[in-house]
């Protein structure tokens, strides 16, 4: 059973930087797909970022794109996401997923992903 466990999330103000850790366990994590989520106060689950299992696919929401980064180190079962020129409205419960099947189509839905870790909240105070 793949187990996924989020750290690194705090209180930042605006501007500055983060960078979240998913550690994975229990399955061979290096061929799932991985992805993170957040879930703004109030809101919806929200994709924010996707990255195929060699590391080298990667896709983001627009609202991230160009300022948050998802990273993989297969043998430390670990995933990343650098999250640069942090805004207020990035504020949420950061969310690791990992989806066992490796197609491509549809990383950015939700029911795709089947193990998620418990997360880890990020607030940025302007």
């Known amino acids: 059973q793949v187990q996924l466990v989020e750290s690194g999330g705090g209180l930042v103000q605006t501007g500055d930087s983060l960078r979240l850790s998913c550690a994975t366990s229990g399955g061979t994590v290096s061929i799932y797909i991985m992805a993170w989520f957040r879930q703004p106060p109030g809101k919806e689950r929200e994709f924010v970022g996707a990255?195929?299992?060699?590391?080298?696919?990667?896709y983001y929401a627009d609202s991230v794109k160009g300022r948050f980064t998802i990273s993989r180190d297969n043998a430390k079962n670990t995933v990343y996401l650098q999250m640069n020129s942090l805004k207020s409205e990035d504020t949420a419960v950061y969310y690791c997923a990992a989806s066992s099947s490796t197609l491509w189509s549809g990383v950015a839905l939700t029911d795709r992903y089947k193990t998620w870790g418990q997360g880890t909240q990020v607030t940025v105070s302007s």
């Open positions: 990255i195929g299992s060699g590391g080298v696919n990667t």
